[in-house]
């Protein structure tokens, strides 16, 4: 029986004061007599702020290709967890018929305009940017109302011309902007990949996702989107044990993509999801919400965390066994 071991990445926090905690280095006589060894000193920096790797803005595409893995969810986790390391991040919603990023992040009593009124110029983009009063540098921009009819002229080259003037107006270019990518790979699909240059690929351990997920990697390295990183969502340990669910590692050597972050399976998701109230925000954090800050922060930085499979831990022995029972 194999169990799961995540090794993430070790460089979190909420503050930003610098401070450095180092382990201490074993006595140099008690080290083995070996020509090869080399003693370890592994550091741990804390309350930190991490730094912004690449060019910005950094245009990143949230994707799957199957409905229902939690691609709304992670959009509206780390955009806030983004916006609380403090980076400016605009959010777009670009799921024209079934809108919901409003709904997870409280927001839906304050979309007036959307994407369409601005193109029909109806209202300025300013006026369709919906400022989140938690946390002032996260703005969220919606394509369209609900049953609302996009102008037949609208695509990739609308969503093109969108990026465009985020990173010309006046209050200044945004360092993230993340696109929340409808299902499936029809033209709504097509559409919010188009001025992407990063992609984070959703799914969760099951046969159906993963299926998805390779047609859509696919389909992200025909569009030039190279940067293409994973989280696997919806993870649970026991069900892993008892090899009744793909491990990560499977997963990763399934897809070939590096990791971005791995979500456990909570129940807080569906109270913060009916609540208008993002995970990441709890207090006390859960897992998940941790999961997705530090998935956050790879992001900022352009890193990965390695999953490593290794043998279960042989069960505890009973009392009789130390009588040679």
């Given amino acids: 029986m194999r169990s799961l071991h ?30 090869s060894f080399t003693p370890i000193k592994s550091v741990l920096q804390w309350n930190r702020k991490p730094e912004l790797a690449g060019d910005t803005p950094r245009v990143v595409v949230i ?14 986790n780390v955009g806030i967890s983004l916006a609380r390391l403090g980076f400016s991040v605009v959010a777009i919603d670009a799921d024209v018929g079934l809108r919901n990023l409003d709904l997870l992040l409280g927001l839906e009593n304050r979309v007036n305009y959307t994407v369409v009124e601005v193109l029909n110029g109806d209202c300025r983009l300013d006026q369709a940017l919906v400022r989140d009063k938690r946390w002032s540098n996260f703005e969220l921009l919606c394509i369209s109302k609900p049953r609302s009819k996009l102008p037949i002229g609208f695509g990739g080259k609308a969503l093109v011309w969108l990026v465009d003037a985020l990173k010309a107006r006046q209050e200044g270019c945004p360092d993230f902007i993340i696109i929340d ?89 569906i109270r913060s999801t009916n609540r208008g109230y993002p995970l990441v925000l709890n207090k006390p954090p859960t897992l998940a919400g941790l999961a997705f800050e530090q998935a956050a922060w790879r992001l900022v930085e352009q890193d990965s965390m390695t999953a490593v499979m290794v043998e279960e831990e042989p069960k505890k022995r009973g009392f009789f066994s130390f009588f040679g029972g």
């Fill in 6 to 35: 995540l090794l993430p990445n070790p460089f979190f926090c909420n503050s930003f004061h610098s401070k450095t905690l180092t382990s201490p280095i074993p006595n140099p006589k008690f080290l083995p007599k070996s020509p």
């Fill in 181 to 269: 990518c409808p299902a499936g790979i029809d033209a709504g699909f097509i559409t919010a990949i188009t001025p992407a240059n990063e992609a984070i690929l959703v799914t969760t351990p099951d046969i159906t996702s993963l299926r998805d997920a390779d047609r859509v990697t696919g389909l992200l390295e025909c569009d030039g989107i190279r940067d293409i990183k994973m989280m696997v969502n919806r993870v649970r340990t026991d069900m892993i044990k008892g090899e009744d669910m793909m491990s990560v590692l499977d997963v990763q050597e399934m897809l070939g993509l590096a990791l971005l972050g791995v979500i456990p399976e909570d129940s807080e998701v």
């Fill in 63 to 76: 994707t799957s290709g199957k409905g229902g893995v939690g691609k709304t969810t992670t959009t509206a």
